[in-house]
């Protein structure tokens, strides 16, 4: 697994969100973009994690930042979690993980003693030109926002 880092450029992708509609980096060239991948929609820690996104999500707007969640679940899956939490953002379903594998956090992970393979709980900023200004790999789900805004 080899995760994008700081200064790298963004890999351009063509994901659809939970409606069906086509989202690339280029739709988001001249824009600051937050893209958050998270394990599995509808579990608690990405029900925190997106729900504490969507609280802030005016202060990020005001920092001049568009927000895309990414995980491998279907676009179904995607719509339910949306509607439910009313999240303001898209939620890209990468069920062939294109943006999971792309960006490097697809890999082993440990769990109650078992390993196997799944989805990094990280953040990447994306300043204008698609390059990566940070990386968020140790995700505090309940205060993500201010994890994003401190060093804005």
Same mark, same amino acid.
């Given at each position: 697994m080899k995760t994008l880092k700081e200064g790298e450029k963004a890999p351009n992708f063509s994901v659809a969100d939970q409606d069906g509609n086509i989202h690339t980096l280029d739709m988001y060239k001249g824009k600051k973009l937050i893209v958050f991948f998270y394990p599995k929609a509808s579990t608690p820690g990405c029900t925190n994690e997106a729900c504490n996104l969507r609280d802030n999500y005016e202060a990020l707007q005001d920092r001049g930042y568009e927000i895309l969640g990414v995980s491998a679940d279907s676009p179904k899956r995607q719509k339910n979690f949306k509607e439910k939490h009313k999240f303001p953002f898209p939620l890209l379903a990468d069920e #062939?993980?294109?943006?999971?594998?792309?960006? =490097? *956090?697809? =890999?082993? %992970? %440990?769990?109650?003693?078992? &390993?196997?393979? =799944? $989805?990094?709980? &990280? &953040?990447? *900023?994306? #300043?204008?030109? =698609? *390059?990566?200004?940070?990386? $968020?790999? %140790?995700?505090k789900t309940k205060d993500h926002a201010a994890q994003i805004l401190e060093e804005a």
């Open positions: #062939n993980k294109e943006l999971i594998e792309g960006f =490097g *956090i697809w =890999g082993p %992970k %440990k769990f109650m003693g078992r &390993t196997y393979d =799944g $989805i990094h709980r &990280t &953040t990447f *900023i994306i #300043n204008e030109e =698609g *390059i990566i200004e940070r990386v $968020i790999s %140790k995700v």
